[in-house]
Each structure stands twice: as structure tokens, then as C-alpha cells.
């Protein structure tokens, strides 16, 4: 019966605090889920972008973090200014939305037959646990199941176009991404900088809306290189990141 596809939903200790649900799938959806990764690997292979930081074995969120830093030496050394914006997703893969993944499957050249198979398993039955306690069976509508191993190629899709939009946004600098961070760094002179930040922030967050996917603005912060450049960035119509999120230094991507 349906019960033997539940999935077990189990909340992992963050290292900053709170916990993160990770999805323990029955056997056999497990086994497909891997049997197809082969697919999930091709296509990203065929679709693979500068931007998604992590795809070969020399990246690491370690090294994405520098950038800012690297930045803001070069910068220094042309007379320029450097700024970086740190954009997160809020429970990034329960926001994930079926038919948004469907079109996009469809849009960028995915096997659409495949998308409508792992939103049927992601649909399926689910029961919480934690601290030795386990919740009645519940079903959710959309979302994907972290610990499946398509979830990051679903990530991928979903954001694909967003990250190829948000590039042009800003030319002079890099946008990264890592599962739910997207980030932009750019250098520049004052005036282009804060045009082209400015630009990719609003867009960003326009296309974040479009997807139905929340920012956190709690977790999404802005670095600048000096404290003239930061009251440019906020005097920009329009700019929609709150004065508190501007630090003057941030956690690793990816954490």
C-alpha cells in the first residue's frame, strides 16, 4: 500500500544553529531515484553554468566566500569599489513549486516524463521525527525531498534562468550560486557599481517573486568597501535590502 513510500522526514543539527530536514525515503524510491541520477548527471553536464559554484573538485564554498575579499584588494589597488550581495532562499527546496519545475523542465531541455515522476514521489506520504517522537502522516503539496538524489538537479532547474538573467544584470562582476545561496561581487567605478548592483539586486528579487521562492532576509547580507559606497547602494530608488544587512563580514557560502 501507499505506506510502504513514506518518507521519514529527520532534522539535522546545523552548525549555526537550528536544525535542517533531510528526507529518508523508502528503499525503493531511493534505488529509482539513483537508478536516474545518470540522467539528472547528463543534463547537467549539457546545461552546465559558470555560476553554479561546487561542479569540479577544485571549488568549494570556502573559496566562493573569498571573492569578496579578493575583490576588494584588486579594487583598492585600481581606485576602484567593491561590493558583494548576499541573497538566501527561505526552506528553499519546500518552496520548490511542481508546476514552476515542470515548466522549466520543459523551458531548458529536461525530461518533463522524469520531473512528473519525482513530483508524484515528492507528493507522496510523509511522517516527521524528532527527539524520538514521530508526527501523523501528512502529505505536502510541492517541495522537493532533500536526500533525493536528483534534489540538486532540481535546484538546478528551477534556478537556471534566474542565474542566466541575473549575469547580465550585472557585467562587470560574478554572481555565484550554491543550492540556495546566489550571490553577486562586483568592481567598479563608484557610479557603475552601484547601477549594476542595484539592478541585480531589484532583478533578483523580482525573479525570486516570480518563482514563489522567499528571500530570507535574515540570512541575506550586503559587504561594501567602504562606508561612502554603502549610503550610495541604499539611496538607490527603489533598493529593497534593509540597512541592518549591511556587515562587514559573513559566513561561508553554503552554510
Known amino acids: 500500500g501507499p505506506r510502504r513510500f513514506t518518507t521519514l522526514i529527520v532534522f539535522l543539527a546545523k552548525p549555526d544553529g537550528g536544525r535542517r530536514p ?12 539513483r537508478m536516474r541520477r545518470k540522467y539528472c548527471a547528463k543534463w547537467e553536464a549539457d546545461h552546465q553554468l559558470a555560476e553554479v559554484w561546487g561542479c569540479s573538485s577544485d571549488t568549494s564554498c570556502d573559496r566562493a566566500a573569498y571573492l569578496h575579499n579578493l575583490g576588494v584588494c584588486l579594487a583598492k589597488s585600481l581606485g576602484f569599489d567593491a561590493a558583494s550581495v548576499y541573497f538566501d532562499i527561505s526552506k528553499f527546496y519546500e518552496r520548490i ?6 515548466q522549466a523542465a520543459e523551458a531548458h531541455g529536461f525530461d518533463v516524463g522524469l520531473v512528473k515522476a519525482l513530483c508524484v514521489a515528492y507528493a507522496g506520504p510523509r511522517r516527521a521525527t524528532v527527539d524520538g517522537a514521530v508526527s501523523e502522516e501528512i502529505r505536502a503539496v510541492g517541495t522537493v525531498i532533500a536526500g533525493c538524489s536528483c534534489a540538486t538537479t532540481m535546484a538546478r532547474l528551477i534556478l537556471h534562468d534566474l542565474i542566466t538573467r541575473s549575469r547580465a544584470l550585472m557585467p562587470i562582476g560574478r554572481v555565484i550560486n550554491v543550492i540556495d545561496d546566489i550571490s553577486g561581487h562586483g568592481i567598479g567605478s563608484r557610479g557603475v557599481l552601484v547601477g549594476q ?34 549610503r550610495e547602494m541604499q539611496q538607490q530608488a527603489g533598493w529593497p535590502i534593509p540597512s541592518d544587512a549591511f556587515v562587514t563580514g559573513h559566513r561561508d557560502l553554503g552554510e
Not at 533531510?22 to 531515484?33: A, E, Q, S, V
Not at 513549486?97 to 515542470?102: E, P, S, V
Not at 533578483?204 to 559606497?229: H, R
Request: proline share 2%; hydrophobic share 50%; with cysteine.
Open 97 to 102: 513549486d511542481h508546476g514552476l519545475l515542470k
Open 197 to 230: 548592483i542595484n539592478r541585480f539586486v531589484q532583478g533578483v528579487v523580482q525573479m525570486m517573486g516570480e518563482k514563489k521562492l522567499p528571500i530570507n532576509w535574515g540570512k541575506t547580507k550586503v559587504l561594501a568597501s567602504s562606508a561612502a559606497l554603502q
Open 22 to 33: 533531510i528526507g529518508l525515503m523508502c528503499f525503493w524510491l531511493r534505488l529509482w531515484g
